[in-house]
């Protein structure tokens, strides 16, 4: 079945850098998601990628999807305290409705 | 409007008892989804459901497992006869349609506890 690889698993930065993050398949996906869960809720939605190739900003937030499709990274700019939490790629094939999820990237911030 | 609602969000059963987890969708959404959550792991697809109707149980287990979603009221997810490795956290989403730009959104969750 469909698996998506995700890394780094753990991320600790100190606060006002740059964070980067990736997911990479073995499988064409035609949706690419990235959600934040913070602890003891459920996942949010933070972007959606639709096209390969696509880059997508929300916030300080940049995501691309990966002109193979087999890929996307997400990208926080300038990380602040409630960046911290587990970041999880998402991925859909053509037809399914199912989402694949990644292995998720723990980010912690200091102060 | 209400995002998409879960209870409980805590239970804990006995091996051998039966646990239900119910949800909600948001409002105007016909499309739910279940997924299961172990510690420090991704989330897992179990089930897909629209309306009295179930349109994907690839991920569901095939035994102690089932999931409904009737004309009237929450889905819920049944699990007979519980066991230890079922305690997880199962999560609950909703869209709006089926297809590109329909996304997901996720419950709270139910953490489910066996003793």
């Known amino acids: 079945g469909q698996q998506l690889n995700q890394s780094p698993q753990s991320m600790f930065i100190q606060e006002g850098e740059d964070v980067s993050m990736n997911c990479t398949s073995s499988?064409?996906?035609?949706?690419w998601l990235w959600y934040k869960q913070d602890p003891g809720e459920g996942p949010v939605l933070l972007i959606a990628?639709?096209?390969?190739?696509e880059l997508t900003s929300n916030g300080r937030l940049t995501a691309q999807f990966g002109i193979t499709r087999k890929d996307s990274f997400l990208n926080i700019s300038a990380s602040i305290p409630s960046d911290v939490g587990i970041y999880f790629c998402?991925?859909?094939?053509?037809?399914?409705?199912?989402?694949?999820f990644g292995q998720g990237t723990r980010l912690t911030i200091n102060p | 409007n209400a995002g998409v609602m879960q209870n409980p969000r805590h239970l804990v059963r006995r091996r051998g008892q039966e646990a239900r987890l119910r949800c909600s969708p948001m409002?105007?959404?016909?499309?739910v989804y279940w997924y299961r959550q172990l510690p420090e792991e991704g989330l897992k697809f179990m089930v897909y459901?629209?309306?009295?109707?179930?349109?994907?149980e690839s991920g569901m287990p095939k035994e102690r497992f089932s999931a409904e979603f009737p004309k009237e009221g929450p889905s819920i997810l049944r699990i007979q006869q519980v066991v230890r490795g079922d305690s997880a956290a199962y999560f609950c989403?909703?869209?709006?349609?089926?297809?590109?730009?329909?996304?997901?959104?996720f419950g709270p969750g139910t953490r489910l506890t066996v003793l």
């Open positions: 989403a909703s869209s709006p349609g089926q297809g590109t730009y329909n996304e997901q959104f």
């Open positions: 499988s064409i996906f035609n949706t």
């Open positions: 990628l639709y096209k390969a190739g």
């Open positions: 998402a991925g859909r094939v053509q037809g399914a409705q199912k989402l694949v």
């Open positions: 409002k105007g959404h016909s499309h």
């Open positions: 459901l629209q309306k009295e109707n179930i349109i994907d």
